[in-house]
């Protein structure tokens, strides 16, 4: 798989158990540990990302508010964002989905699910 992701939550858990989901399935990725630092890992290099795995609530930069940020890029534009939340109101996901979020999956993580929302992400 030539596919990298870039993961960005501030909870250490989900980063090990999502990281753990990707290395067995044999993605490529990175991690970054709050929105801000997802931003700059795409920013320094935006062809390198396929998707990204980003918590909706995170410090510095929100998964939303990192996602408005790539879709102001013109290569970052294209790239899916699946948000992650451990809590969150119908309208918020609905927001999030018009916002142009790829999809939403809540914490904790399936695998199964993860895996196929990454697959049709990745095409």
Known sequence: M???ILIADDDPISL????QYL?????QFATAHDGQQAWEFLSQAPEEFTVVIADRIMPHLHGLDLLLKMQQHPVLKNIPLIML????????IVAAL???V???LHKSIDKDLLLMTLKRACK
């Open 2 to 4: 030539n596919q990298k």
């Open 16 to 19: 090990h158990v999502i990281s």
């Open 23 to 27: 290395q067995e399935a044999g993605y």
């Open 85 to 92: 939340t451990g809590a969150a109101e119908k309208t918020e």
């Open 98 to 100: 018009k916002a142009g």
């Open 102 to 104: 790829f999809d939403f």
